[in-house]
């Protein structure tokens, strides 16, 4: 499953970029998949536990019935819709090293989207995932190909089994870093 490529290729870049950083630097991770690109909606049964625009109370969690019997996952619906059928967001907790209790994760997730520093209101997921996306966005703008030779995978026959070899690319070669007056904030917002 995706899941899992997901948790062997980036939870070990991860702890290896901690290595990188301070040799012996190995912190507890908490590692969660955010999605928001699903076709789960959760509707109200009373009219009382709607808002007024007819969709569920922010704050809504939903850890069971439609959730994975034996997967550490919940859906969260975070923020008032204001136009249309609000949308939860689903998290897929990969790992958690932190040993979070699921109660207390829920509530930190639910306070964190809150935090989003573009918004005086909450939002539909947490803030992290959103900084990520505008990080990613704004990355391409720092990456330079002089050769043209820049592919995230390229696929080449082994000749042993007919099968194809995915070839990483050094990033790291191709990142113009940003100017150091803003290295230490949150310039991508």
Known sequence: NQYAAVAAK??????????????????PLTFVIVQKRHHTRL????????????????????????CHPHG????????????????????????????????????????LCYMYTACT????AVPPAFYAHLMAFRGAFYIHDTEGSITETTSTSNGSSGGDEQQ??????????????????????
């Open 10 to 27: 980036e939870i070990t870049a991860l702890k290896q970029a901690c290595e990188d950083l301070e040799p012996g630097w190995n912190p």
């Open 43 to 66: 509707f109200a049964h009373n009219e009382r536990d709607q808002d007024r625009s007819g969709n569920i109370q922010p704050g809504l969690l939903v850890d069971t019935g439609v």
């Open 72 to 111: 550490y996952d919940f859906f969260l619906c975070s923020h008032g819709g204001i136009q249309g059928t609000s949308k939860p967001t689903y998290y897929y907790v990969l790992t958690d090293e932190n040993r979070y209790a699921p109660n207390d994760f829920y509530q930190l997730t639910y306070q």
């Open 121 to 124: 209101r909450s939002v539909s």
């Open 168 to 189: 990483e690319v050094n990033w790291g070669q191709h990142f113009n870093a940003p100017h150091p007056n803003v290295t230490k904030r949150m310039y991508f917002v």
